[in-house]
């Protein structure tokens, strides 16, 4: 069953000098339960292509379906409700708040989300020792190292088995131990029901999926 289907989604940017075409009548289909790959150099437009599918940033033209209905980015209220109740996001950037703990920065989203945090505080628990967190939970986050806060990352958008997960190069910081670590993780959610769309320059993830993709002059190429 298709999931996402995108067509003909064009993307531009405008600065002082000129205007950039970043994705360029992309056409995209993703069905329920895909591990999907999506590779390309620095600056291709990966981010960009996954932030527009986790209905963070908007398009110029085309069109986007999401569970065979179609997203108006006019909608604002509509596309929050489903982020936060239907996906998970591994930012690039990481995106996490400095200032407090790492149990904050995990509870926080959860509070919003208005999830059963009781119920999940002993997730919270089983997920960080798995991920070789756990010790960090008091921490504050800025004290974190890029990996840990990486694997932070990781646990705040997997906690709440989201029926999508979109990964932005999420081993990029990671040892080879707690890459494998993540891989089964990614794994195991995969085989539980969730479609993860994940940006990727590492093999041995890649190798994980089940359906790649390459992004060149702002076109999408199955692989
Ligand atoms: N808000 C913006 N304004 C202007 N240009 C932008 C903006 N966002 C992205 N770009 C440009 O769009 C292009 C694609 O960026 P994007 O971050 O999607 O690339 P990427 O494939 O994720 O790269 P990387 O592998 O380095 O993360 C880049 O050339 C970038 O400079
Ligand atoms: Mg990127």
């Given at each position: 069953m298709c999931i996402i289907k995108i067509e003909n989604l064009c993307k531009r940017t405008t600065s002082k000098q000129d205007t950039k075409i970043i994705l360029n009548n992309l056409s995209l289909y993703i069905n329920k339960g895909d591990f999907v790959a999506i590779t390309g150099t620095s600056g291709a437009g990966k981010t960009t292509l996954l932030?527009?599918?986790?209905?963070?940033?908007?398009?110029?033209c085309g069109d986007y379906w999401l569970n065979h209905k179609k997203i108006s980015f006019r909608k604002d209220a509509i596309n929050a409700n489903i982020r936060k109740v239907n996906f998970g996001y591994i930012p690039q950037n990481l995106g996490l708040?400095?200032?407090?703990?790492?149990?904050?920065?995990?509870?926080?989203?959860?509070y919003i989300?208005?999830?059963?945090?009781?119920?999940?505080k002993q997730k919270i628990d089983t997920l960080s020792r798995i991920l070789n967190i756990h010790h960090l939970l008091a921490e504050?986050?800025?004290?974190?190292?890029?990996g840990e806060k990486q694997r932070v990352a990781i646990l705040r958008a997997c906690?709440?088995?989201?029926?999508?997960?979109?990964?932005?190069?999420?081993?990029?910081?990671?040892?080879?131990?707690?890459?494998?670590?993540?891989?089964?993780l990614f794994q195991e959610l995969n085989h539980k029901g969730t479609t993860i769309i994940m940006n990727s320059h590492d093999h041995e993830i890649?190798?994980?999926?089940?359906?790649?993709?390459?992004?060149?002059?702002g076109i999408i190429k199955k692989l």
């Open positions: 932030k527009i599918l986790a209905l963070i940033e908007s398009f110029d708040i400095e200032s407090i703990s790492v149990y904050e920065n995990i509870l926080i989203p959860l989300q208005r999830r059963n945090v009781i119920a999940i504050n986050t800025d004290h974190l190292s890029l906690i709440k088995q989201p029926s999508i997960l979109f990964a932005d190069e999420p081993t990029a910081s990671l040892d080879p131990e707690n890459k494998k670590i993540i891989m089964k890649i190798e994980c999926t089940n359906t790649r993709y390459l992004i060149k002059n």
